[in-house]
């Protein structure tokens, strides 16, 4: 079974690296996908979002790509910055209805200068 | 323009008490969520306020816990006979409705629940 409480999948890049969060995301059905930063004592950030009918999208620094096939979703941020560090969580969900979200687990992003 | 406010942002209150917790949503914001997000883990959805429709109330753990949102505006979300595994940050989200469906959710900064 899964483990709980404190342990996050973690990664640690150097100032100025690339960074690949990976996400695998639970339910076929769903059609809308967002990433979100958290910084210690705040709430989510919206950071990135994608529809189901694209595989990538850009952003500032960020990409998104999507693979339906295998239910997998990565967030790519470029030249990561010591202000990147934070959780970072994916969240799926269906269009029409309540949309509510359903999030991973969250993985905890380091940059060293 | 002015973000999601929650309040209070720390609340510590004994076992066996009632808690109410506050959420302003974006002005204009038709839906409000209520998430809960226990240490280290990812948010667990609550419940769902859209316009004048019922709530989706599918997520709340225990009939101790209930919400409502006045007005379509401001939401109270409370906690009777509060339990220890009660503690958490509470987290409040609001979003835009369009034709197709809900806009981005925006989160605010979360109350922090400590039952002791």
């Known amino acids: 079974g899964e483990s709980v409480g404190l342990h996050l999948p973690t990664l640690s890049v150097q100032e100025g690296d690339n960074s690949i969060i990976n996400c695998a995301y639970s339910?076929?059905?769903?059609?809308?996908f967002i990433w979100y930063k958290q910084e210690s004592g705040k709430g989510p950030q919206f950071i990135i979002d994608?529809?189901?009918?694209?595989d990538k999208r850009q952003g500032q620094r960020v990409t998104v790509l999507l693979n339906k096939t295998v239910k997998h979703l990565s967030l790519q941020i470029a030249a990561t910055q010591p202000g990147d560090s934070a959780v970072y969580f994916c969240?799926?969900?269906?269009?029409?209805?309540?949309?509510?979200?359903?999030f991973g687990k969250g993985t905890k992003l380091t940059v060293n200068p | 323009g002015a973000g999601v406010s929650q309040s209070p942002s720390n609340k510590v209150t004994e076992k066996g008490k009632d808690v109410e917790l506050r959420c302003d949503p974006i002005s204009g914001h038709t839906a409000l969520y209520w998430y809960r997000q226990s240490l280290g883990q990812g948010l667990e959805f609550l419940i769902y306020?859209?316009?004048?429709?019922?709530?989706?109330k599918s997520g709340l753990p225990s009939d101790r816990f209930s919400a409502e949102r006045t007005g379509g505006s401001v939401s109270t979300l409370t906690i009777q006979r509060t339990q220890q595994e009660d503690s958490a940050v509470y987290l409040c989200?609001?979003?835009?409705?369009?034709?197709?469906?809900?806009?981005?959710?925006?989160f605010g900064p979360g109350t922090r629940l400590l039952v002791l």
């Open positions: 339910n076929s059905a769903s059609d809308y």
């Open positions: 994608i529809r189901s009918n694209m």
């Open positions: 969240a799926e969900t269906t269009q029409g209805g309540s949309e509510k979200l359903v």
């Open positions: 989200a609001s979003s835009h409705y369009y034709a197709g469906g809900q806009g981005t959710q925006y």
């Open positions: 306020f859209q316009g004048n429709s019922a709530p989706d």
